[in-house]
């Protein structure tokens, strides 16, 4: 059976003090993994070794919100993957659409990335996902497409430790506008079939989660849908009970499966 993960993105958001108050809510609300549910938060990389010393001994993950394709040198201002892994991180998000449209973040690019996540024994959590314009032009299955034959052109197969898919439809990041459920099965379902490319049972284990929007009071509902294998979190993540609520709607859904 695929893995089922809740992730916590909290982009450009913290301080030492606020994620102490943060990591000991959620330390408290999710004590133990439930219905095999992976739990982790990925903080900006300033804040990952504090936050994976915080977390030792609990259930809860540690993933960085990108990395590098270089291992190591003159690249002013880069992580590397073995770095992210020295201090404490297991995930790495690559591609999120704010990578991709404010720093100019390439397919090719994202592509690097994850065969450097790949190599380097981290699990890359690969972000894909369509503007508004792109939606009501009727792009939607053009782009995530191009989107994910890029990194599957480049991942060996089998891929060694997997790979996990997000998708985050742009028009419902930190718009208050989630897909609904039905609308984001439609396009999983998609993009399920699409992975076959790299064989049935890649596309069987891999997972793919939503992104965009989730909250606690939409989360079960998202992630009954059978494709939908988790979410990627962003301003949801930022309060303990808003994300343990998340996860207690993921222990739900995923429950039934
Ligand atoms: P919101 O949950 O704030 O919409 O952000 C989603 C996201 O971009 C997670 O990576």
Known sequence: MRKTYVMGNWKMNGS?????????????????LRAGVEI???PPFVYLEATAAALAGSPIGVGAQDVSEYDKGAYTGEVSVAMLKDVG??????GHSERRS?????????????VAALAGGMLP????????SEREGGLTEKVLARQLDAVLAAIPNPVPGGIVI???????????????????QETHAFIRNHLKKGGEAF???TAVLYGGSVKAS???????????????????SLTADEFVGIYNGAVAAFGRR
């Open 203 to 205: 596309a069987a284990q």
């Open 102 to 114: 404010l720093y100019g973040e390439t397919d090719a690019w994202v592509t690097q990335k994850t």
């Open 218 to 236: 939409n989360a079960e509902g998202l992630f009954s849908m059978p494709d939908i294998d988790g979410g990627l979190v962003g301003g949801a």
């Open 16 to 32: 030492r003090a606020a994620n102490a108050t943060l990591l000991s809510g959620l330390k408290a609300g999710v004590p133990a």
């Open 89 to 94: 991180a297991t995930y790495a998000i690559i």
């Open 125 to 132: 959590v690969v972000c894909i996902g369509e503007l508004e």
């Open 166 to 184: 997000a998708y985050e439809p742009v028009w419902a990041i930190g718009t208050g506008k989630t897909a609904t459920p039905e609308m984001a």
């Open 40 to 42: 982790a938060v990925c």
